[in-house]
């Protein structure tokens, strides 16, 4: 995906999240203004960043100066990351709103931010486990434990790097799915108090099925 199907991915979001007259500016010479769009009688100046890394001051001052530029009233910069500390801090003195995850495959922000968490509680804690697996009384024998635990940090750190993408994504969900068979249902058999346990199967639903989503909806990002 480039910056330019970027900012049409982020089009369709505005859209759905209920603003109106969504326009998508020409490539060059936007005067740092990606989209206009309008919503509770406010004329909103986006600027839209596809990067790999957090968005700085830069974006943020090109942003409130576009808007400026096209006379609206709120200036707003979209990611499909996040944002440094300073582009907090600048946003805030001169409210431009900030869209972090917006996903260019068209799964919901909030979504994305819940995968997040789980991914990285996950990983967390699949290391947590392998450190302590030798000195927990587990029902499984101590091999079984290792691969349990390995196949939940690989499917956090696939869903962590690979969430925009099809393959990694699967994968992931197929991992998550193969730590509930390895090691959740066993305890889940052998307890009826762990029957909680059923929700580790959580994380493997929501990732392949927005993997699924994404591929039937011909939105994965260019490989």
């Known amino acids: 995906m480039d910056g330019l199907q970027f900012e049409h991915r982020c089009a369709e979001l505005l859209r759905y999240r209920g603003f109106h007259k969504v326009t998508v500016t ?31 001051n830069k974006a943020i001052q090109e942003a409130y100066a576009g808007a400026d530029f096209y006379d609206c009233d709120a200036a707003m910069v979209m990611t499909n990351n996040t944002f440094t500390r300073a ?79 099809f393959l990694p994504c699967i994968l992931s969900g197929m991992l998550y799915f193969g730590f509930f068979l390895a090691f959740v249902l066993p305890l889940i058999l052998l307890s009826d108090s762990n029957w909680y346990g059923i929700l580790m199967l959580l994380p493997a639903l929501i990732t392949v099925v927005h993997a699924l989503y994404a591929r039937f909806r011909n939105r994965e990002p260019a490989q």
């Open 26 to 56: 020409k490539g060059s010479g936007d005067q740092g203004v990606d989209i206009l769009a309008q919503k509770n009688g406010l004329k909103y100046g986006i600027q839209c960043k596809y990067y790999s890394h957090p968005v700085g």
């Open 87 to 165: 582009a907090r801090e600048l946003a805030e003195k001169l409210e431009v709103e900030l869209w972090e995850y917006c996903s260019p495959n068209g799964s919901s922000p909030f979504i994305t931010r819940l995968m997040r968490i789980f991914n990285v509680f996950f990983l967390l804690t699949g290391v947590a486990m392998s450190i302590s697996a030798g000195l927990l009384d587990f029902p499984q024998n101590t091999l079984t434990n290792y691969m349990a635990f390995l196949m939940l940090i690989l499917a956090a750190l696939s869903g962590l790097i690979g969430w925009n993408h």
